[in-house]
Nanobody, 126 residues
């Protein structure tokens, strides 16, 4: 069993940056691939980014590609996502997800992820 706790959300202006953190407990996160999803009001949960257990492979949604970086520190059982050049449409609850190590082939699919955090709110204002 893995417990995931997100942090780092808040209110940010357009054009700004934020970095979210997700710390895993229960089992060492180094054995799991990790991902970030988000859900805006009235919309379905959507994929943001994913990272392999080693950190060597990453995968991004088109909506954040080029302005986002996912990384991990297995010594701290923590995964991060930084999003730059924030837009109003980045406003959402951001969720961390984890699953047993494997390829990122289905990373953008919610059902591919076994463990989920409670989410952290990010609000981008103009």
């Amino acid at each position: 069993q893995v417990q995931l706790v997100e942090s780092g959300g808040g209110l940010v202006q357009t054009g700004g940056s934020l970095r979210l953190s997700c710390t895993a407990s229960g089992r060492a996160a180094s054995g799991y691939k990790m991902a970030w999803f988000r859900q805006a009001p009235g919309k379905e949960r959507e994929f943001v980014a994913a990272i392999s257990w080693s950190g060597d492979s990453t995968y991004y949604a088109d909506s954040v590609k080029g302005r986002s970086t996912i990384s991990r520190d297995n010594a701290k059982n923590t995964v991060y996502v930084q999003i730059d050049s924030l837009k109003l449409e980045d406003t959402a609850v951001y969720y961390c997800a984890a699953s047993s190590a494997g390829s990122l082939a289905r990373a953008s699919t919610s059902s591919a992820w076994r463990y989920w955090g409670q989410g952290t709110q990010v609000t981008v204002s103009s």
